[in-house]
Structures are given as structure tokens and as C-alpha cells.
């Protein structure tokens, strides 16, 4: 019988997510909240849990107290046990690899002797961003039986949003090349963010690349995220593969991808109800939702803790959402303990945790998004445009 792979997971979950404009100014993009009860992070670990991956890192750095705190010490992924198990990696001060994570490859590269240490033949590393369900198992299988250096997990996108991602050619299962966002996309072939590296090919390749960098302990390494230099170089060493990832997948790094990532649940093309594969997360206790005789529901979902007396069209309302008597949300999201007093309209906008629309106020429409920030408030008789973000300062 063939011997089974030692497999460790790095979750990387320490980038700032400036992308996500106010929603991530208070906390880590990886613990920012989807489909009411969940965090976005809970699909990567969810996934783990799943494909039995019992040793699991997660990188954090920025804005990461919320995400531990989340994270439960890995309980609610059955990941806090006695041996193995969860475990965060945080930037450090003394010895080697000290400093701050410049990227996701400059991350595993200070993390390098703990990694050695740990001695796995697989190294998977994950975004914490993602939306899908996949059994990682498929691809670690597929990586050693090629023989591969990295094997990258792939789906197909739209050709208009391929500059987003790294884009791979590919003859067959081997990867012939690599581009890290960029502007002209040779084909809309894209990189999911799931990679199983040979422990190895991963350590010693990144070591070259500071060396040809100069770099020295504690310096900055350049190196930056995986698609930067890490992939080129094994595209170009002939020892890449890609496997196909069926199956719904959507990044949800933009606020757009964030709402649509949304409206995707709302309109049957996302089911997170598979008993089979459910995902997991650590939940809180709220009393059971309320809507009064005098609401107005449709094509929404709302969640525990919730009490709506207004009108409520395709949205998502999260635990302790209040929307009063003659208030108006419609393709929304609102974050949770969000209140929207009456009289006041919320129209194709993302109202963080906390935040609070007085009476009388408007608050987006039609155009680009409306973001509103973790405890905002948005005063009587205020108007926020479509496209405007609010944080906690004001208008």
C-alpha cells in the first residue's frame, strides 16, 4: 500500500483587503461575514474539515484579533485536538524569518524552518477568501501521483475579469505558462487559490529566489504573493500542473464579488444547505427571528436575532438586523446588528456591523455600490449617492 502524503494546510488569511474599501477597516477580510451566519474563512476550513486535512495553519497579520477570536482555537472544524490540529502563525520578532509578511510567498518563506520543522511531503495553500466546496483530497492525489512541484487548482472565468487573477495556459494537465494579473489575459483560464506545493520544490525555490534577491535575515524578500515570482519560476522549471475545479467557485475580494457572491445565494445558484458537505462555523446564540404583522418579505433570507417590522426585497439580513415599521431595504446586505429606522430607504448597499440609518434618510439606488461602514451612522434626512462610502466618521 502506498504511502499516504503528509499534508500540512497554510490558510492565508494576514492581507489587509484594501479592496474592500470600509468593510475591512475594523476587521480582517477573512473574518468579514457571508450569508448571515457565516465568515468567509469558514469555506476554506469548512473544506479541510471535510477532506480530513488535520494539521492546519492560519496566517494572520492584519486586523487579526476578530479572526481568532472567531476561529475558537478550531473547534467548530474539529480542529482543536491534542496533537496537530489548528494552529496561527503570526509575524515575529527574533530569528529567522522575523518581520512583517510582505505577500503570501513572502509569509511561507519566514514560516520556513516551522514548516521544515513540521516535515510534510504536501504543502496546501489556501485563500481565505473563496466561495466553493471541493475535497482536497482530489488534488492531493492528482499532485503526487504526477510528480509535480506545485499542482494549481483551476476554473474558468469571465474574460473581462481574468486580469484579476493569475491566468494559466496549460497543454493538457501541464502548465506551459503563468501570468500574475495581467493586463492582456492569454487565455481566461484562472488559478483558484488552491495549491499543493512538493515541501521541498517550495522551501528550496524560495530560498534561490532571496538569494537572488540579497536579501538577508529579517529583510524584506521581495517576494511578495505566490503569483509574483514563486509560480513563474516552477512554471518555468517544467514541474507545474493544473487540475480543473469543477463546480461553482467565486472570489469574493471586491465589493462587487461580495454582493454578487450574494445575490448568487438568493437566486438557487449556491446551496449551503448540503447536508453532506455543511459548513461549518463558530455560532453564536440569538432568539429566533421575528417579523411582524406589519412586514413585507420577499426572496430574502434572514437570519436568527433578526426583527423585521418594514419591507424586505432580496436581501440578507444577519443575527440582530433591525429594520422598523415603514422602512424599505431592497438588494442589500446588512451586517450584523445593522438598524434601519422608519421612513428610511436602503437600496443596493452593504451596511456593516453596527452601523445605523436613522429615520428618514436614503441611503444608495441605483449604480455602483453603496457601502456603509462598521458603526456608522447615517443622520435623519441624509442622502448617501450610489457609490459612496460612509465609515464611522460620516458623510
Not at 495553519?57 to 490540529?85: I, K, M, S
Not at 466553493?132 to 499532485?143: F, S, V
Not at 453603496?370 to 462610502?389: D, F, H, K, Y
Request: hydrophobic share 35%; aromatic share 6%.
Amino acid at each position: 500500500m502506498a504511502k499516504r502524503a503528509k499534508v500540512l494546510v497554510l490558510i492565508m488569511a494576514g492581507g489587509e483587503g484594501g479592496r474592500m474599501g470600509v468593510l475591512t477597516q475594523r476587521r480582517s477580510k477573512p473574518a468579514l461575514p457571508f450569508g448571515g451566519v457565516y465568515r468567509l474563512i469558514d469555506f476554506a476550513l469548512s473544506n479541510c474539515a471535510h477532506s480530513k486535512m488535520t494539521d492546519v495553519w492560519v496566517v494572520e497579520q492584519y486586523q487579526p484579533h476578530g479572526l481568532a477570536d472567531h476561529l475558537a482555537n478550531g473547534r467548530p472544524w474539529e480542529l482543536d485536538r491534542t496533537t496537530g490540529g489548528l494552529l496561527i502563525l503570526h509575524p515575529h520578532q527574533g530569528g529567522s524569518g522575523s518581520g512583517w509578511h510582505q505577500g503570501t510567498a513572502d509569509a511561507v518563506w519566514r514560516n520556513r524552518e516551522f514548516i521544515r520543522e513540521f516535515g510534510p511531503d504536501v504543502v496546501m495553500a489556501l485563500s481565505s477568501d473563496h466561495l466553493y466546496t471541493l475535497d482536497y483530497r482530489e488534488l492531493i492525489t492528482a499532485h503526487t501521483e504526477s510528480g509535480a512541484t506545485v499542482t494549481m487548482g483551476t476554473t474558468e472565468v469571465d474574460e473581462d475579469e481574468a486580469s484579476r487573477f493569475g491566468v494559466v495556459e496549460a497543454e493538457g494537465d501541464r502548465v506551459t505558462g503563468y501570468a500574475y494579473k495581467p493586463e492582456e489575459p492569454a487565455t481566461t483560464t484562472a488559478t483558484t487559490e488552491v495549491f499543493a506545493f512538493d515541501t521541498g520544490a517550495l522551501l528550496d525555490t524560495l530560498d534561490d529566489l532571496v538569494e537572488g534577491d540579497g536579501a538577508d535575515q529579517g529583510e524584506d524578500s521581495e517576494l511578495e504573493d505566490f503569483g509574483t515570482k514563486l509560480l513563474p519560476r516552477l512554471v518555468d522549471q517544467g514541474g507545474a500542473r493544473a487540475l480543473a475545479q469543477d463546480g461553482y467557485w467565486r472570489d469574493l475580494g471586491t465589493p462587487d464579488s461580495y454582493f454578487e457572491g450574494h445575490r448568487d445565494l438568493l437566486e438557487g445558484r449556491l446551496d449551503l444547505g448540503d447536508p453532506g458537505w455543511p459548513i461549518m462555523t463558530r455560532a453564536l446564540t440569538h432568539p429566533p427571528a421575528a417579523v411582524t404583522r406589519s412586514a413585507e418579505v420577499h426572496d430574502s433570507l434572514l437570519s436568527s436575532g433578526c426583527t423585521v417590522r418594514g419591507r424586505v426585497e432580496r436581501s440578507v439580513l444577519s443575527p440582530g438586523v433591525v429594520v422598523e415599521e415603514g422602512a424599505v431595504v431592497e438588494d442589500a446586505i446588512l451586517l450584523p446588528g445593522a438598524f434601519v429606522a422608519g421612513g428610511a430607504v436602503v437600496r443596493r448597499a452593504i451596511v456593516d456591523s453596527q452601523a445605523k440609518i436613522e429615520a428618514d434618510t436614503e441611503v444608495g439606488g441605483d449604480g455602483p455600490l453603496t457601502l456603509i461602514g462598521m458603526r456608522a451612522v447615517v443622520r435623519t434626512g441624509q442622502r448617501v449617492t450610489p457609490g459612496e462610502s460612509v465609515d464611522a466618521r460620516g458623510i
